[in-house]
């Protein structure tokens, strides 16, 4: 009988071994398939998680005022801009998106640079959105004219995809 039980135990004990070598294979095929799926994902995004480059299309952002500032009626904005490519426009221009109606400021921005532009905004004591748009040579040109010959009324709003950024400012004092 102690022949049958040490080969019954000889038996479990073998059993039990196939089943920790078993287990430790699956393991360690889970562990590779796992690591290798990492190294694929780290090649394949990992440059443009770790990129400092900046967009390549035209790219531009108000710095300063603030968004939700209190302006007075000069204001100084600060803007910085980025890949405005040749026949490409930028202006500062005021939108009241509940008239669908815009006041072009300034086209005196020099393009790809950070500068300081001043703009005067005389409209009434309530929120308005100063937009920094990119525009092609026929709507520079109208805008142009509309702030050449001091017109009094808004021009059409443009669609917000032409906007490289917009802020709301409230005009105070």
């Known amino acids: 009988m102690t022949i049958e039980k040490d080969t019954e135990k000889e038996f479990i004990n073998l059993i039990n071994k196939h089943k920790k070598t078993k287990s430790g294979k699956s393991n360690r095929i ?3 398939a796992a690591s290798i799926l990492c190294i694929f994902l780290f090649i394949y995004f990992g440059t443009s998680l770790f ?12 710095i300063t005022p603030a968004p939700g500032s209190t ?13 405005i490519g040749p026949g490409q426009y930028l202006w500062l221009v005021v939108d009241k998106p509940l008239l669908e109606l815009c006041w072009p400021k300034t086209s005196k921005i020099q393009p790809n640079h950070k500068l ?4 005067h905004e ?5 929120p308005y959105t100063l937009s920094l748009y990119l ?10 004219y509309w702030f050449d010959h001091e017109i009094f009324g808004g021009m059409p709003m ?5 906007r490289l950024d917009a802020i709301v400012l ?4």
């Open 30 to 32: 889970s562990f590779a």
């Open 51 to 62: 990129s400092s480059q900046k967009p390549t299309g035209p790219w531009g952002r108000i």
């Open 71 to 83: 302006t007075s009626k000069d204001v100084a904005v600060l803007l910085e801009t980025k890949n």
């Open 116 to 119: 300081q532009v001043n703009i």
């Open 122 to 126: 005389s409209g009434p004591k309530e």
């Open 135 to 144: 525009v092609n040579k026929t709507i520079n040109d109208q805008w142009q």
């Open 158 to 162: 443009l669609p917000k995809r032409k």
């Open 170 to 173: 409230m005009l105070g004092n």
